[in-house]
C-alpha cells in the first residue's frame, strides 16, 4: 500500500520559513514526478510546485517564485518544499501527490496526473 506522509506545517508569522517533508514508502519514488499542492479555505486546489523524477525540471506557480524551492531525495524517499519570505495569502492545507507514469519526459502539471496523496499538512501565516 502506498502512503505519503506530510509533516513540518505549523503556524508562523509573515516573513518566517517553514520547510515541508513528505515521505514516501510502498512506492517507486524514485520513478514518479512529484507536486506540492495547496487549498486555501474556499478556493481550488493548485500546483505549488513540482519537480521531475530525476529532479532534472522543477516548476513553480508565480506566486511562490524566488520563495518556495522544491527538492528531493530518492535515497529517502522523500520531497522536501522550503518555503521562505511566507505571506498570509500562503496559509492553506498544503498535500504532496506522486504522479502516476513513471519516468515522465516532461513534468507533470496537471492535477489529474497525480494519483497517490498524502493526507495534508496545515499552513498558517500569520499578519
Known amino acids: 500500500q502506498v502512503q505519503l506522509v506530510e509533516s513540518g506545517g505549523g503556524l508562523v508569522q509573515t516573513g518566517g520559513s517553514l520547510r515541508l517533508s513528505c515521505a514516501a514508502s510502498g512506492h517507486t519514488f524514485s520513478a514518479s514526478d512529484m507536486g506540492w499542492f495547496r487549498q486555501a479555505p474556499g478556493k481550488e486546489r493548485e500546483l505549488v510546485a513540482a519537480?521531475?523524477?530525476?529532479?532534472?525540471?522543477?516548476y513553480y506557480v508565480d506566486s511562490v517564485k524566488g520563495r518556495f524551492t522544491i527538492s528531493r531525495d530518492n535515497a529517502k524517499s522523500t520531497v522536501y518544499l522550503q518555503m521562505n519570505s511566507l505571506k498570509p495569502e500562503d496559509t492553506a492545507v498544503y498535500y504532496c501527490a506522486a504522479a502516476s507514469e513513471p519516468w515522465a519526459a516532461v513534468l507533470g502539471l496537471r492535477e489529474d496526473q497525480y494519483k497517490e496523496w498524502g493526507q495534508g499538512t496545515q499552513v498558517t501565516v500569520s499578519s
Open positions: 519537480i521531475r523524477w530525476d529532479a532534472g525540471n522543477t
